[in-house]
């Protein structure tokens, strides 16, 4: 008897929650860039005109989504919420939210920095494309191209293990892709902001503002492929430590490497050009700080002062990396989490020659104390698989040529429960298998 994890319908949903996640991700990046951007105030009339557009776009969405499910809910409108889409309907009661917020706000809101965040937000999906298309020509191509030349060459089959000849849509990949957004979204910011300090400080002609885009660019190109060479070093050796982690991992690495590349890439050209199309000079807000900085510079002031304070932030960053690494260690470990629904599987063997009917009625009793709801809450029971007679070639079955096992019996039970409970359950019906098997 053993505990096991129905696996499939959970993997099916994870590729598509990661898909899904991934990209509300990415909006809610720019909704929080649009934000951090803004600066100056906000005209009152302009303001509410883009809050009740917005409250009346999202809310529309919103009654569109659930009016699309209202058939499948029998005409019921909360359950036909209930059923709509979590990541859609978090999105626009979100937008509507921000919308009453816009249109109803007492006090001065900043001005919305929209040509920034376009910029931004254009980065994101062109990153992505880049990092799908290096997956999907780039990889093959050069798969073909080494191929030859690892046949008797140690160092070029280890990179042909980079470029596999094919890298699907998977749950792996879909993670590398989702994991590397934040950092698409890192190169281009750090662009775009050291352009914008380049711009509050530059004439307002057109060669002005081309050099200032330039210099901004060329300031930050180094910091920004030395950043996306470490991430690269970080994330790609994961595929290359060989077994079934180095193949598990691999797809993983090597999509996030694809999209660090190619947001490298973006924010080195196209930011820039986008920055010379979207970007005024007579729009710059004034430079000053902003409101972190009122919370931020006390301390770093404080942590500079004196080596005293010195001496107690680097004792505090070496006490935090010993108990980080404290908590690491207590941690268990496992190649995969226990994940999916948990079940309970007992592999019935009886004794050679046992018929099929004595396997089959011994089998009934523990179905019987299953659905005993005295000794299981009928709530948490959720399915029970019997199979009588078990595949597989014995002496017997090769003697009396029947290829099914009739003492064999395979029982799974799912179980909505929690790790202890499932413990517990595992060792109450191992005695009661125990008891009416007779082992």
Request: net charge negative; glycine share 8%.
């Amino acid at each position: 008897i053993g505990i096991v994890f129905e696996q499939s319908s959970f993997v099916e949903q994870s590729v598509e929650g990661v898909a899904r996640e991934g990209s509300l991700g990415a909006v809610f990046a720019v909704i929080i860039i649009l934000i951090f951007l803004s600066g100056g105030t906000w005209n009152l009339r302009g303001r509410r005109l883009t809050g009740a557009i917005m409250g009346a776009l999202f809310l529309g969405l919103l009654l569109l989504l659930v009016a699309s499910n209202l058939d499948a809910a029998g005409n019921d409108w909360g359950e036909a919420f209930a059923q709509s889409d979590t990541v859609l309907r978090v999105l626009f009661i979100v937008g509507f939210i921000a919308s009453i917020i816009i249109l109803a706000y007492p006090g001065n809101l900043p001005d919305p920095a929209w040509r920034a965040t376009v910029v931004i937000a254009v980065s994101i999906p062109l990153s992505i494309m880049i990092a799908l298309t290096g997956m999907y020509w780039i990889s093959p191509a050069m798969h073909d191209l080494i191929s030859p030349l690892a046949e008797n060459n140690a160092f070029f089959e280890f990179v042909l293990r980079l470029f596999p000849e094919q890298l699907t849509l998977n749950i792996m990949t879909l993670s590398g892709l989702t994991v590397a957004v934040g950092r698409v979204v890192d190169d281009s910011i750090v662009v775009l902001e050291n352009i914008f300090r380049q711009l509050q400080s530059t004439e307002n002609t057109r060669e002005a503002k081309l050099e200032a885009i330039r210099q901004g660019t060329r300031d930050v190109s180094a910091a920004i492929f030395t950043a996306t060479l470490i991430a690269v070093v970080v994330f790609l050796p994961l595929g290359l430590t060989g077994g079934l982690i180095g193949a598990f991992f691999l797809p993983f690495g090597l999509a996030v490497t694809y999209a660090l590349i190619g947001s490298f890439i973006v924010a080195v050209t196209v930011v820039p050009v986008l920055a010379f199309m979207f970007l005024s000079i007579e729009d710059m807000p004034e430079e000053g700080d902003i409101w972190v900085a009122d919370y931020y510079l006390p301390v770093l002031r404080w942590a500079l002062s004196s080596k005293i304070s010195k001496a107690i932030v680097l004792g505090l960053a070496v006490l935090s990396f010993f108990f980080a690494m404290y908590l690491f260690s207590q941690r268990p470990f496992a190649f995969l989490p226990n994940f999916g629904e948990p079940q309970i599987q007992v592999n019935v063997t009886m004794p050679p020659g046992t018929s099929i009917i004595t396997t089959d009625t011994l089998v009934r009793e523990l179905e019987a104390y299953l659905t005993n709801p005295d000794n299981i809450d009928p709530e948490k029971l959720k399915t029970i698989q019997v199979t009588v007679g078990g595949g597989g070639a014995n002496f017997e079955s090769l003697l009396t040529g029947n290829s099914v096992d009739e003492s064999r019996a395979n029982i799974i039970i799912g179980l909505d429960v929690s790790q202890e409970e499932l413990a517990i359950f595992e060792e109450q019906i191992d005695l009661e298998a125990k008891r009416i098997f007779n082992t």
